[in-house]
Nanobody, 123 residues
Framework: QVQLVESGGGLVQAGRSLRLTCAASGRSFSSYTMGWFRQAPGKERILVASVNWSGSSTAYADSVKGRFTISRDNAKNTVFLQMNSLKPEDTAVYYC????????????????WGQGTQVTVSS
């Protein structure tokens, strides 16, 4: 049973930084692509960033390129999202996700999500 637990959200001022952490358990973490999604009130959940199983490849939504960095520590079954130069429009609940199929990239089929962590950016 896959479990994903996010932490690190909070309230910050525009221009500041936050680092989100997701701790995973239940499967061989190092075999699966991981991602971060976000969902703002009244909007669809969108994929923000992805990292393949080894950490050698990443992908980002255009809205966060150059500001957000996804990384992973396979020894600690953890994935991170470093968010810099935050904007009010980054306000959302952020979800960690794990791909359904092992060793799949660039195609991604996310099948497991955490409970989410709230990020609020004030202007």
């Amino acid at each position: 049973q896959v479990q994903l637990v996010e932490s690190g959200g909070g309230l910050v001022q525009a221009g500041r930084s936050l680092r989100l952490t997701c701790a995973a358990s239940g499967r061989s973490f190092s075999s699966y692509t991981m991602g971060w999604f976000r969902q703002a009130p009244g909007k669809e959940r969108i994929l923000v960033a992805s990292v393949n199983w080894s950490g050698s490849s990443t992908a980002y939504a255009d809205s966060v390129k150059g500001r957000f960095t996804i990384s992973r520590d396979n020894a600690k079954n953890t994935v991170f999202l470093q968010m810099n130069s935050l904007k009010p429009e980054d306000t959302a609940v952020y979800y960690c996700a794990q791909n359904r199929v092992a060793f799949q990239w660039p195609r991604r089929e996310y099948a497991y999500w955490g409970q989410g962590t709230q990020v609020t950016v004030s202007s």
